[in-house]
């Protein structure tokens, strides 16, 4: 047999391998009225959900990928397109591909427009990802808990 103490260090070498799923599955069987067991599988579902709405961003009625990578490209296209306006050939088209594969052409306004719009989306999610990890860090009981929503939008 084991103890509550050795049963909890296994889950959280579980909590490692599996799936988000499997893990709420697993701990809601075993752990149901363990908070602190409980906040981990809200902070990991919170953490999925919030990479997930970081990997992706619609604009214009298209999915653009927002991962690390594109980012980068991105801020670097800004970052040329500024250095260019006080030159003789400044940018004046920038070309972007979509999820989908397809090519958007944008003017560098409109593509400064969208780089902002991208800008406040991530900033959106970042702020709003860590008030809702807070009221899950400060949930005193298992109900105030699960009275948490996960929800990563603002209101329209």
Do not use: M
Not at 22 to 36: M, Q
């Amino acid at each position: 047999d084991f103890t509550a103490d050795e049963l909890k260090a296994g889950f959280y070498e579980v909590a490692k391998y599996c799936t988000s799923e499997t893990l709420k599955l697993y701990a809601d069987k075993h752990f149901s009225d363990d908070l602190e067991i409980q906040k981990h599988i809200k902070l990991n579902e919170l953490k999925t959900l919030k990479e997930a709405k970081l990997s992706e961003f619609s604009y214009n009625d298209k999915i653009y990928q927002i991962d690390e990578n594109s980012k980068v490209n991105l801020n670097g296209k800004v970052s040329a397109i500024l250095l260019a306006q006080s030159t003789e050939k400044p940018i004046t088209q920038v070309n972007w591909i979509a999820k989908d594969n397809s090519i958007t052409q944008f003017t560098t306004l409109e593509f400064l427009a969208f780089s902002n719009a991208v800008a406040e989306y991530i900033e959106t999610i970042l702020f709003l990802n860590d008030t809702i990890r807070t009221k899950i860090n400060q949930a005193e009981s298992i109900e105030a808990l699960k009275a948490i929503e996960l929800k990563l939008e603002n209101e329209a």
